[in-house]
């Protein structure tokens, strides 16, 4: 019996190593310095509790107006880091960011135009599954690293940018 047991773990074990590797669990994030103009983004300010169902509802908003055409861009979230915060709540404008600022488009009702002046991130390129992902205070760590190691001084915000199922990027503009 303890066979069996045994070998049904393994088998458990292995499968799990599998879907690990599959959902690209190895691949490295790869960090770099690049030179942006600007950033335009429509959408929604949210601020409060992490585990609030608003957060999801905005996220699945969003990602339908820029799937759909709607909005010409990338799903993004702008990730304040406010020190001011009660403990256990964030700040986050959840909307899409456009892939050409000179448009002029009628907003959805209930959203708001944000510009994020930039003309430098740090930037964070991930291949992979969001199951598979380093949190998010490793990721900005590292950003934050790479920013020191190149003389340049971050801002206090992260800017996600979802671009399909397994790509992201998350940028930290520098102060200019």
């Known amino acids: 019996m303890k066979k069996y047991v045994i070998i049904a773990l393994a088998v458990v074990v292995m499968g799990l190593g599998v879907l690990y590797v599959y959902l690209g669990g190895l691949n490295s994030i790869e960090y770099t310095v690049e030179n942006v103009n600007n950033y ?11 585990d609030a169902k608003e957060i ?9 107006f820029a799937i759909g055409g709607t909005i010409d861009g990338e799903l993004t979230i702008l990730h304040y880091n406010d020190t001011t915060l009660a403990k256990k709540e964030i700040k986050l404008f959840i ?29 964070a390129t991930i291949l992979a599954n969001n199951a598979v992902i ?35 990027e998350i940028d930290m503009p520098v102060k200019n």
């Open 40 to 50: 335009h983004l429509v959408g929604r300010m949210f601020q409060g509790k992490a």
């Open 95 to 123: 909307g899409v960011l456009l892939n050409n600022a000179a448009d002029t488009l009628d907003l959805p009702a209930g959203y708001a135009l944000v510009k994020v002046p930039a003309q430098k991130t740090i930037r």
């Open 134 to 168: 380093p949190g998010p205070e490793t990721i900005e760590a590292k950003l934050k690293e790479k920013a020191e190691e190149t003389g340049l001084i971050p801002q206090s915000f992260t800017i996600e940018k979802y671009l399909s199922e397994t790509e992201m």
């Open 56 to 64: 999801e509802d905005y996220f699945f908003e969003a990602k339908d």
